[in-house]
C-alpha cells in the first residue's frame, strides 16, 4: 500500500470525525464532501495500484507464436 493511499484515507476520515463534531450544517456538509473526495481519490488509486500488480504479475505472453504459420 502506497504513502499517497494511506495519506488520503487518513485525511478522508480526519474530515468524516470533523464532520462528526461540526456544529453548523454547511461546516458538516462541507467536510462530507470532503470525505467522500478523499475516499474516492482513495478508491481510485487502490483501483491503480491493484490492476499494477495484476498486470505485473501476468506471465501471459503477449501473442501465442504457437499458432503463427511456419516461415519460409
Do not use: G
Given at each position: 500500500?502506497?504513502?499517497?493511499?494511506?495519506?488520503?484515507?487518513?485525511?478522508?476520515?480526519?474530515?468524516?470525525?470533523?464532520?462528526?463534531?461540526?456544529?453548523?450544517?454547511?461546516?458538516?456538509?462541507?467536510?462530507?464532501r470532503?470525505?467522500?473526495?478523499?475516499?474516492?481519490?482513495?478508491?481510485?488509486?487502490?483501483?491503480?495500484?491493484?490492476?499494477?500488480?495484476?498486470?505485473?504479475?501476468?506471465?501471459?505472453?503477449?501473442?501465442?507464436?504457437?499458432?503463427?504459420?511456419?516461415?519460409?
Open positions: 500500500m502506497s504513502a499517497n493511499l494511506d495519506f488520503y484515507r487518513a485525511q478522508a476520515e480526519k474530515c468524516r470525525s470533523d464532520a462528526d463534531a461540526a456544529i453548523l450544517t454547511q461546516v458538516r456538509d462541507r467536510n462530507m470532503a470525505a467522500a473526495a478523499w475516499q474516492a481519490m482513495a478508491d481510485k488509486l487502490a483501483r491503480a495500484e491493484i490492476a499494477r500488480a495484476e498486470r505485473a504479475a501476468d506471465t501471459t505472453p503477449a501473442h501465442d507464436t504457437a499458432k503463427q504459420p511456419p516461415k519460409s
